[in-house]
């Protein structure tokens, strides 16, 4: 027996209000893709970026989808908010280790892996924030992009890489402190309630 699955449970949801509000927390992703752009994309080759960029479109919803929407709503029955961001990193750095192996430096290769956690790092508060992974799929599928156009040039990667990585900490920190922020609000929140309605029950009628 299947069971059926609401798109709010695995956070496709629409835009309302509170998402635009929520839709905020994607402007400090916009600098984690500077770096790529200022440092050397080549969009000459038309036919490669058509192909490259429905590539990463395929990564960026179908990725987001599991890693964000499934993976996150199953470790959420059993965790708080920060144990599944962490946890959630381990699983997609890990699932995305192997492939920096194809690169032929060292310290091109430890950049890969580490952009890689802290990638999904960064997605994982940014999924919980805004609790709508649609415009997550965008920026997961224009880093790809961005980063595959970087490595077919191969100008200044090093570089790039190393403040690409940078950038994000600085966000997926910033991230972290808002969630931990929010997580202690609604906690806060319930036990209000809760304590209201202990309350409301106690006033004798």
Request: with cysteine; proline share 3%; hydrophobic share 55%.
């Amino acid at each position: 027996m299947v069971k059926k699955i609401a798109l709010n449970d695995i956070l496709l949801t629409g835009i309302d209000k509170e998402g635009v509000k929520a839709s905020l927390y994607y402007l400090p992703l916009i600098a984690v893709l500077l770096p790529m752009i200022v440092g050397g994309v080549d969009l000459s080759n038309t036919g490669l970026v058509l192909a490259t960029l429905l590539f990463t479109l395929g990564v960026g919803i179908a990725e987001e989808l599991y890693f964000r929407g499934i993976i996150l709503r199953i470790l959420g029955k059993s965790f708080g908010p920060l144990p599944v961001v962490f946890i959630s990193v381990l699983i997609f750095g890990t699932s995305h280790a192997s492939g920096a192996f194809v690169q032929s430096s060292l310290f091109i290769v430890v950049l890969s892996i580490l952009n890689a956690f802290l990638f999904g790092w960064v997605a994982a508060e940014t999924a919980l924030l805004t609790k709508n992974i649609l415009p997550l799929m965008m920026f997961h599928c224009f880093f790809d992009f961005f980063t595959y156009q970087v490595l077919a040039t191969g100008n200044a990667l090093i570089l790039i890489y190393a403040v690409r990585g940078s950038l994000i900490t600085v966000v997926a920190v910033y991230l972290l402190y808002k969630l931990k922020h929010h997580s202690g609000d609604n906690v806060a929140g319930r036990s209000s309630r809760r304590l209201g309605a202990a309350s409301a029950r106690a006033i004798p009628i």
